[in-house]
């Protein structure tokens, strides 16, 4: 199997973390996006949304989007190494707080980054005042996220999933690139975050 990503970025860095938590090793192939390598028609016969990461499978088979790599991956691990939770109860809370991380948090956080720095501008419309509203919007959710750690270990359980590993990707993104003061506002965020910087899977 092979993983075409470029590390560094978010969605990447996320199916990576996922892969070290559950023991999973694979052949990896550097897709440099900034130079647009990701828009050449070899990787869209590879992709479908001509995006990293995208998963090759031995059989030829390709998965992109990363929750879909994390999910492939989550149901080859044994049960109890599930990051997508265990019986119907803890799946559904999982998969609606990773929904909602991504929705509120990631995608908004990208959207905002993309619109207001135009690091894309080559290939995509950018609108500045687009990419103001998105801040706002996740200045506007943080204090929701607050909350739920200041009541809970975990974002979706009371035990590490996926869920923590898209939060976690959102609060480091947004302090590095929308330069958002999250911990020194939120010290609930700041003591989950460096609860799981601790862990092996997110030192790279």
Request: charged fraction near 25%; include cysteine; hydrophobic fraction near 45%.
């Amino acid at each position: 199997m092979k993983l075409f990503e470029m590390a560094a970025t978010p969605n990447c860095r996320r199916v990576n973390i996922f892969l070290k938590e559950i023991g999973i090793e694979l052949e990896h192939v550097h897709v440099d996006i900034r130079a647009g390598e990701n828009l050449s028609a070899d990787f869209a016969a590879k992709s479908l949304n001509g995006k990293v990461p995208t998963l090759q499978l031995d059989d030829g088979t390709f998965i992109c989007e990363s929750v879909a790599i994390c999910r492939y991956f989550d149901e080859l691990a044994a049960a109890e190494q599930s990051l997508f939770g265990v019986g119907a109860l803890e799946r559904a809370q999982v998969e609606m707080w990773n929904r909602i991380i991504e929705c509120d948090g990631l995608i908004t956080a990208f959207q905002a980054f993309r619109n207001i720095s135009g690091v894309y501008q080559d290939r995509e419309r950018c609108v500045p005042a687009w990419g103001e509203e998105s801040k706002q919007r996740v200045i506007e959710f943080l204090p929701k996220l607050a909350q739920r750690l200041s009541e809970s270990t975990y974002v979706a359980a009371d035990k590490f999933t996926v869920a923590d590993i898209s939060a976690w990707i959102f609060v480091l993104f947004s302090e590095s690139r929308l330069a958002l003061p999250i911990q020194q506002q939120y010290p609930a965020i700041a003591a989950w975050y460096q609860q799981l910087a601790q862990r092996p899977s997110f030192s790279m």
